[in-house]
């Protein structure tokens, strides 16, 4: 008959403790590491989900009846920024501006089917850039001062306020009007305009 092992004195069984216990502790950090991550994406792209699927056009503002004559004068707009009326013979070419742009060029690009996105000259620059990257190659960008909103959408009679740079109407606006169908001279471009206009010039973001 074999003899049965006696047990482990206590003291042995006591160092073992914390090594079991670092042990657990251990496996529980390696466990959250991975899980955590994946909850926060997880919820994240939900909530970004349900902001796209909220996110409408309901709130774009139109203005009809606008004049398009031009005009070397400066103008006074009923609208900031305007979104259209007379406004100067030389248009403003395409591309992302550093400053504020003056608005009676900027309103020949409306003419033309532009989009233009104006946005709080307070904007981070990481804002800035993604605001850049979906402008359209028919557009204009600038900083633009005493906005109602952070950032602001424009084409010819059509406007709409934005919560921030990642708002998802934005993409929707830009879908439905970008093409220029709202404007006097759709289709044309905004090309070859001047690329100084109340001192801002051209920039990369």
Do not use: K
């Not at 006591?14 to 994946?38: E, H, Q, W, Y």
């Not at 109602?148 to 879908?175: E, I, K, M, N, Y």
């Amino acid at each position: 008959m074999s003899e049965v092992p006696p047990d482990p004195p206590p003291d042995a069984r006591r160092s073992r403790a914390p090594v079991v216990l670092a042990a657990l502790c251990a496996v529980l950090v390696v466990t959250l590491a991975v899980t955590v991550p994946i909850v926060v994406q997880q919820v994240r792209a939900e909530s970004e989900r349900q902001s796209a699927a909220a996110a409408n056009l309901d709130d774009v503002v139109v203005f009809e009846g606008l004049r398009n004559d031009h005009t070397e004068a400066d103008v006074d707009y009923p609208m900031s920024p305007p979104a259209g009326g007379p406004h100067d013979p030389v248009w403003l070419d395409c591309g992302v501006y550093d400053a504020p742009v003056r608005d009676e060029n900027a309103v020949h690009d409306l003419e033309h089917g532009s989009v233009w996105i104006t946005y709080d000259p307070g904007l981070d620059g990481d804002d800035v850039a993604t605001l850049a990257a979906a402008l359209p190659d028919n557009g204009i960008m600038s900083p633009y001062d005493d906005l109602p909103s952070p950032v602001v959408v424009t084409v010819w009679g059509r406007q709409l306020d934005l919560s921030d740079a990642d708002d998802p109407r934005l993409g929707l606006f830009l879908a439905g009007f970008a093409d220029g169908h709202t404007a006097p001279e759709p289709f044309a471009s905004c090309a070859g305009g001047t690329t100084e206009a109340g001192g801002a010039t051209t920039t990369t973001v």
